[in-house]
């Protein structure tokens, strides 16, 4: 893929705009929209529909903070998601402990709102330490680390998600 960011003239930044995102994205999207070549030849709808696979497959990787922030690193050279590198905090360790033993014991609604509600605290904390870390301090190593407690924190978030529709009503 070429770079993501600049095919939407965004700043490389783990800090983004979500609206800036979507308005660009909207912009260069309607410029290669396959439709628009609806009646040129065979070699030029196949390059709109190229481009066009090409800016869905940027956009969804800038939307979210995980695939963004991943982006960003591996752009550095760094792949965060390498199972040889399991480095993450001792304190994360038990956080995730705590959180699986509550998502395994929430058997009321209310458990598991409460639980949604501090998981998606952790995920804005994260989130707002890794735009501090890759956009300022340029400290990849602790970025790495931080993405991949998002990365664990997102999946929770979607377990609990899960938990909702088990419920008995």
Avoid: C
Wanted: hydrophobic fraction near 50%.
């Amino acid at each position: 893929m070429s770079d993501a960011f600049a095919l939407f003239a965004l700043v490389p930044r783990f800090a983004l705009d979500r609206a800036a995102l979507d308005a660009a994205f909207r912009a260069v999207q309607a410029e290669v929209h396959p439709d628009k070549f609806a009646h040129a030849d065979a070699a030029t709808q196949r390059q709109a529909v190229e481009r066009a696979t090409l800016v869905n497959a940027a956009y969804q990787t800038l939307k979210t903070p995980v695939t963004r922030g991943a982006y960003l690193l591996r752009q550095a050279g760094i792949e965060p998601f390498d199972p040889a590198n399991t480095r993450i905090s001792p304190a994360f360790l038990l956080q995730q402990i705590e959180w699986r033993e509550q998502l395994e014991a929430a058997t009321q609604v209310a458990a598991l709102e409460a639980l949604e509600k501090r998981i998606a605290e952790a995920a804005r904390d994260h989130e707002h330490r890794l735009a501090v870390l890759i956009d300022q301090e340029g400290d990849l190593v602790m970025a790495t680390e931080t993405l991949r407690e998002l990365r664990f924190i997102e999946k929770l978030g979607e377990e609990i998600q899960s938990a909702f529709e088990t419920l008995d009503p």
